[in-house]
């Protein structure tokens, strides 16, 4: 392996015959070097394989450069937000810092670190935080909410709000249901993750709009897999002749814990339930599972979180702003007419 340095300033000044300074002013592209100077110096760069640390420059400025991105490590979604933002702030030639929660390390501790990098804005994907405490990071740095309904102060500093129609979305899930003639269709709820009231809202809303209100059922559910296996065991204590012939999940890895479980119990789907989960991530997608589910778009997501945080960079006392993005159905095979 080559264990050779990176090369330096210091070693494209000497192969190039400048002073160190002047290597800095050809990278800076401040004025006082030639034009002789400054292709020697960009040859000499070229030739050693140099790259200038911009961030270092821009820190050195009181500048990073740098948005900071907190995430659920075990979220799959957010994994995919996260290649999203990447994507974005390469094009608009920003960094990202990344700081990561799981059950030990909070959301504070991670937006604590970000802070200490020098971030110039956040983005916190499906925070957990109280509004207080995003209020206290907002008056702390430009921030975004991602992937989350919120409650925005009226004064003082803002934040801004990019989320899906949550509400819609599983309305979406409903009305596909219904229109494949399923009555008894059940919600496995999200107890209290992100979005999880605005998905049991549009659920109680796309019942009572085709007349179900009566057969609105709710599981215990949540957002991993042990959670889709819980549903799945109360949904199987039903007897049959009233048991759902439909679940609504709160997420994709929900429902895949709630059709391995059906599965294992000897149930057939979509024969003998459909089901339907929530994000469109890419274990829905996998031949093996093939899960009809509302796709959140988050390539659309990233876009307007990290272009409003960047916003907030250039004006932090401007007026915080929601922007909504409206989901999508993608039908595959855990979905048929009822029998």
């Known amino acids: 392996m080559d264990e050779r340095p990176s090369p330096t300033m210091a070693d494209v000044a000497q192969r190039a015959g400048v002073s160190r300074a002047l290597v800095s002013i050809v990278f800076r592209g401040a004025p006082g070097a030639s034009a002789d100077s400054r292709a020697r110096v960009l040859r000499a760069a070229e030739e050693l394989g140099y790259r200038p640390d911009h961030r270092a420059r821009l820190l050195g400025r009181g500048r990073s450069h740098t948005v900071g991105v907190v995430?659920?490590?075990?979220?799959?979604?957010?994994?995919?937000?996260?290649?999203?933002?990447?994507?974005?702030?390469?094009?608009?030639?920003?960094?990202?810092?990344?700081?990561?929660?799981?059950?030990?390390?909070?959301?504070?501790?991670?937006?604590?670190?970000?802070?200490?990098?020098?971030?110039?804005?956040?983005?916190?994907?499906?925070?957990?935080?109280?509004?207080?405490?995003?209020?206290?990071?907002?008056?702390?740095?430009?921030?975004?909410?991602?992937?989350?309904?919120?409650?925005?102060?009226?004064?003082?500093?803002?934040?801004?709000?990019?989320?899906t129609d949550d509400v819609a979305g599983a309305r979406l899930a409903v009305d596909h249901l219904v229109a494949l003639g399923h009555r008894r269709i059940a919600h496995a709820d999200g107890r209290d993750a992100p979005g999880a009231a605005e998905r049991r809202r549009?659920?109680?809303?796309?019942?009572?709009?085709?007349?179900?209100?009566?057969a609105v059922h709710a599981l215990d559910g949540g957002?991993?897999?042990?959670?889709?296996?819980?549903?799945?065991?109360?949904?199987?204590?039903?007897?049959?002749r009233r048991r759902p012939t439909a679940v609504v999940a709160f997420n994709d890895h929900c429902a895949v814990g709630l059709l391995a479980a059906l599965r294992g119990a000897g149930s057939r789907v979509p024969q003998d339930l459909s089901v339907v989960g929530y994000d469109d991530s890419r274990v829905a997608a996998l031949s093996s599972v093939d899960l009809t589910t509302v796709r959140q778009d988050a390539s659309r997501l990233a876009q307007d979180a990290l272009g409003l945080a960047l916003e907030r960079v250039d004006d932090p006392s401007r007026v915080g702003r929601e922007i909504v993005v409206p989901p999508a159905l993608v039908p595959r095979s855990t979905t048929a007419a009822v029998a």
Request: net charge negative; with cysteine; hydrophobic share 45%.
């Open 223 to 240: 957002p991993d897999e042990t959670a889709g296996e819980r549903s799945a065991e109360q949904l199987l204590r039903i007897p049959r």
């Open 202 to 214: 549009g659920y109680q809303q796309a019942m009572e709009a085709a007349g179900l209100a009566s």
């Open 71 to 163: 995430f659920g490590l075990r979220d799959e979604f957010h994994g995919g937000l996260v290649e999203a933002l990447y994507a974005e702030a390469g094009q608009r030639g920003w960094d990202l810092a990344l700081g990561a929660t799981a059950p030990s390390r909070s959301e504070a501790e991670a937006v604590h670190s970000l802070l200490e990098q020098r971030c110039e804005a956040l983005v916190l994907l499906g925070p957990a935080l109280a509004r207080k405490e995003l209020e206290a990071v907002a008056d702390q740095v430009p921030l975004v909410v991602a992937a989350r309904r919120v409650a925005r102060r009226a004064a003082g500093p803002a934040y801004d709000v990019v989320r």
